[in-house]
């Protein structure tokens, strides 16, 4: 059960003047808003990233903060977001990854996401402040909020870049050391480190309705300011963007949460190419299947994710996919049962709810036709999905 006076948090905004858009979501609930996924600002050429190759000089057995931080800092930066109808100022941090002054941070950073006040809306100015304090304006390239992702964009002649090597989310381990730049409570280039707490945590978003998969936990302090700032494993390569912080207090307490790199590049590399991310839709909810639970209701199957619900009018439903018909209870646990249960998508096993929302939104695009394994009444059954383009809330139809 959630406590009820456990806050989660944006790390976005920073107490420095009138910085007034600090996001704060309760725990219980976690309520959101519709939100418009992308507004473009610019037409914006495809860009190169730096490779997820070790970042020389920072390669060897023992994991050096310092040398993180004297190599990598100057990479990050302190953004300010100014908002003409709200009359405030909002804080976080963010980070260069190209040459031609492309930069990454959090949708919440740049835009009201999160806020409860409807539609996400970009800020009205934009300024980017580096290491030696100068500042530059900015102009927004666009915004993901499903995985809370937002793209700047500098003049490079402006200032110096000094663009950040991407890592490879997907071989971060749990225990592994990680450091933090960012600017908490406007406290610029401040350096956080500890160590991966886990991995593919599937957590609700502040910036939308839907989960976030995959993001990474950690135990370095993360607090007001450092949204949008970079993660770093021990090689100096940037592995998330933290994001979220759960706390009674609203400050950090040892769990915070970042955005999974691979996820960030994905959604960076459409918003720059076409000017919006798209995600595939299926429109069912799922709940995982596991060893009691098949024994108990006589599944023939020991993991999966069991439909529990699907959407009217969505290509779940098009495709004739069913969900559960009635609620039991089993150790402690309401499970909806009677659903098809979901082993495979397009020959990828399904063993829980998690990984059926991982595939879609990493793996699948809308109006691709997917097959999806199923097991009805005791039988494998395989059903065409022509898929749908992910809507900004999942009661839409």
Known sequence: MRDKSTAVAAAGSAAAGALAVLLVAWFTGWLHSERRTVVIREAAAPVEVSAPARARGLVGPVFDPAAIYRSRSPGVVTIYSVYDSAGGVAQGSGFVVSADGVILTNSHVITTAGDGNGAARPASRIYVEFQDRDRVQAKIVGWDVFDDVGVLR??????????????????????????????????????????????????????????????????????????????????????????????????????????????????MEQLLAGGKVAYAYVGITTADLTPGLARRFGYPVRYGAVITSVRPGSPGERAGLRGGSEQRDFNGLAFTYGGDVLVAIDGRPVRSANDVVRTVAERLRPGQVSTFTIVRNGSHRRVRVVLATRPESPDAR
């Not at 490879?168 to 960012?182: F, L, N, Q, Y």
């Not at 350096?191 to 993001?215: K, M, P």
């Not at 494993?233 to 970042?258: C, K, L, T, Y």
């Open 154 to 267: 500098v003049d490079p002649s402006s200032h110096p870049l000094e663009p950040l090597p991407l890592g490879d989310s997907s071989r971060v381990v749990v225990g592994e050391p990680v450091a933090a730049i960012g600017s908490p409570f406007g406290n610029e280039n401040s350096l956080a480190v500890g160590v991966v707490s886990a991995t593919l945590r599937s957590i609700e978003s502040l910036t939308s309705q839907y989960n976030l998969v995959d993001a990474i936990q950690v135990d370095a302090p993360i607090n007001h300011g450092n949204s949008g700032g970079p993660l770093f494993d021990a090689h100096g390569r940037v592995i998330g963007i933290n994001a979220q912080i759960r706390s009674e207090s609203g400050n950090a307490e040892g769990v915070g949460f970042a955005v999974p790199i691979n996820a960030a590049r994905r959604s």
